[in-house]
């Protein structure tokens, strides 16, 4: 299966891949402030890449439920600085998670080959027609309302049908826009608008997403999940949770991981690969 990311075309048939998450937001609570300085963050991303990140993620706006909206002028402040660096900088490919337009379309111009965007649920097509015509990969992941009260209350009558259907519905939308099949991958959306309950059906389903014949991306770390099924309260001691559920979304055909720990992930993914039987010795 192959994943078009501008000049970029990604064979996702022989090995997952690794997305590294850089955080250049002051509340994330994960990695909060860690990299708000864009000398920091540049770091990071490097360091991320050397552990064998074949994607950095960068995101200015924190989505975690809750949080407050970002200005687009303070989101393109914390983005854009970083971006330029590493793109000057020869850093692989680039991915910038947004919501907005008008940052989705600053970062393209700086050399940006991914947009991700937790809400492909918009009505507004700018950021599609932008997808479009610049031919960047885009990640089109499912979230059940907005990220200041999704947890409120998440609802569905069957949530791997709902999540499914939206899938189907988007795939078509965005075909009729001129977006390229080759250019999209999707994502269940791990703890956006769900409920224990919700992503463990989705978890435990996630093989069924591959009949959409795109390919599937998959967010779990350190997330609260595990602090609902649990019980561990400090994200960063969340790891083998997350590698755990990781390794096995991998075994049901997911394609791209999306981790804060790149290391620990890519040593996890080179055990499985050696498993698979592929590497040969
Ligand atoms: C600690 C730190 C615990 C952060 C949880 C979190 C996804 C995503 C996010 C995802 C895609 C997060 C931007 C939430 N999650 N994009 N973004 N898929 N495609 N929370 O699952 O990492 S932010």
């Given at each position: 299966?192959?994943w078009?990311?501008?000049?970029?075309?990604?064979?996702?048939?022989?090995r997952p891949?690794?997305?590294g998450?850089?955080?250049?937001?002051?509340d994330?609570?994960s990695?909060?402030?860690?990299?708000?300085d864009?000398?920091r963050?540049?770091?990071?991303?490097?360091?991320?890449?050397?552990?064998?990140?074949d994607?950095?993620?960068?995101?200015?706006e924190?989505?975690?439920?809750?949080?407050?909206?970002?200005?687009?002028?303070?989101e393109?402040?914390?983005?854009?600085?970083v971006?330029?660096r590493?793109?000057?900088?020869?850093?692989?490919a680039?991915s910038?998670?947004t919501?907005?337009?008008e940052?989705?379309?600053a970062?393209?111009?700086?050399g940006?080959?991914?947009?991700?965007?937790?809400?492909?649920?918009?009505?507004?097509l700018?950021?599609w027609?932008?997808?479009?015509?610049?031919?960047?990969?885009?990640?089109?992941m499912?979230?059940?309302?907005?990220p200041r009260?999704?947890q409120?209350?998440?609802?569905y009558s069957e949530?791997?049908?709902?999540?499914?259907?939206?899938?189907?519905?988007?795939?078509?939308?965005?075909?009729?826009?001129?977006?390229?099949?080759q250019?999209?991958?999707?994502d269940?959306?791990?703890g956006?608008?769900k409920?224990?309950?919700?992503?463990?059906?989705?978890?435990?389903s996630?093989e069924c997403?591959?009949?959409?014949?795109?390919?599937?991306?998959l967010?779990?770390s350190?997330?609260?999940?595990?602090?609902?099924?649990?019980?561990?309260e400090e994200p960063s001691?969340?790891?083998?949770?997350g590698?755990?559920?990781?390794l096995?979304a991998?075994?049901?055909?997911?394609?791209?991981i999306?981790?804060?720990?790149?290391?620990?992930?890519?040593?996890a993914?080179?055990?499985?690969?050696?498993?698979?039987?592929?590497?040969q010795?």
């Amino acid at each position: 299966m192959i994943w078009q990311c501008r000049q970029q075309l990604w064979d996702l048939s022989h090995r997952p891949l690794v997305m590294g998450i850089l955080n250049v937001t002051p509340d994330s609570f994960s990695d909060g402030g860690e990299y708000e300085d864009p000398s920091r963050a540049v770091e990071r991303a490097m360091t991320m890449v050397h552990e064998g990140a074949d994607i950095v993620d960068i995101g200015g706006e924190s989505t975690r439920p809750g949080a407050p909206e970002v200005s687009q002028q303070e989101e393109m402040k914390r983005v854009i600085p970083v971006l330029e660096r590493l793109v000057s900088a020869g850093c692989s490919a680039l991915s910038v998670d947004t919501r907005k337009v008008e940052v989705a379309r600053a970062a393209v111009e700086c050399g940006a080959s991914i947009i991700n965007d937790v809400e492909a649920s918009r009505s507004d097509l700018a950021m599609w027609q932008l997808v479009a015509e610049s031919g960047v990969g885009y990640v089109a992941m499912h979230m059940q309302g907005q990220p200041r009260t999704m947890q409120h209350a998440p609802n569905y009558s069957e949530v791997v049908s709902e999540v499914y259907a939206f899938f189907t519905e988007r795939l078509d939308a965005m075909h009729h826009l001129g977006i390229k099949k080759q250019q999209v991958v999707l994502d269940v959306g791990i703890g956006f608008g769900k409920d224990l309950s919700h992503n463990l059906e989705l978890l435990r389903s996630i093989e069924c997403f591959g009949k959409l014949e795109r390919p599937i991306m998959l967010g779990v770390s350190r997330k609260s999940l595990f602090k609902a099924l649990l019980g561990v309260e400090e994200p960063s001691r969340r790891l083998p949770a997350g590698l755990a559920t990781a390794l096995w979304a991998v075994n049901q055909g997911v394609k791209i991981i999306r981790t804060h720990d790149v290391a620990e992930t890519v040593q996890a993914l080179a055990m499985w690969e050696a498993l698979q039987g592929k590497n040969q010795l």
